[in-house]
């Protein structure tokens, strides 16, 4: 595990954690950095008050193509308030579906969004379809 660390002239820290294959699993934020560490950046001082901003998963968490299956958003320290999008592949590990709001426990009465890309021999993209993804996983 390897992080990126940098400061703004104002003092606010940036940390960037990457995984043993170089890819980036979460961002943080704060202004005191005290006792963190690449696998801890939230420390373990008092005083640290680094919170995540941004998680990412690959695979559904499993091995595979290095595909980004999930962003989760942090907009604040509470870790409750998640935003999560969910990522789905072809077999040609194209990005083919998006969900956005998964919840653990799906109501019908928000009605989160699943985009659908329709993709021709070459990668583009031919159509996008838009439906109501209340109660639909949109695992590859």
Known sequence: MDCLYFSTPS????????????R???????????????????GSGSTNNKFK???YEYDNGGGGDNNLTRVVL????????????????????????????????ESTSVNRPITFRTLNNLGQT???SVFDGDGVRSES
């Open 126 to 128: 031919t159509s996008i």
């Open 24 to 42: 980036v699993i979460s961002q943080w934020v704060g202004t005191n950095d005290t006792g963190a560490t690449h696998a801890n950046p939230a």
């Open 53 to 55: 901003t941004t998680s």
């Open 74 to 105: 942090y907009p604040d320290s509470n870790t409750s308030n998640q935003r999560v999008t969910d990522l789905a592949y072809d077999w040609r590990a194209r990005l083919v579906a998006m969900k956005d709001g998964v919840e653990s426990s």
């Open 11 to 22: 003092g606010t820290i940036y940390r960037t954690v990457y995984d043993t294959w170089d």
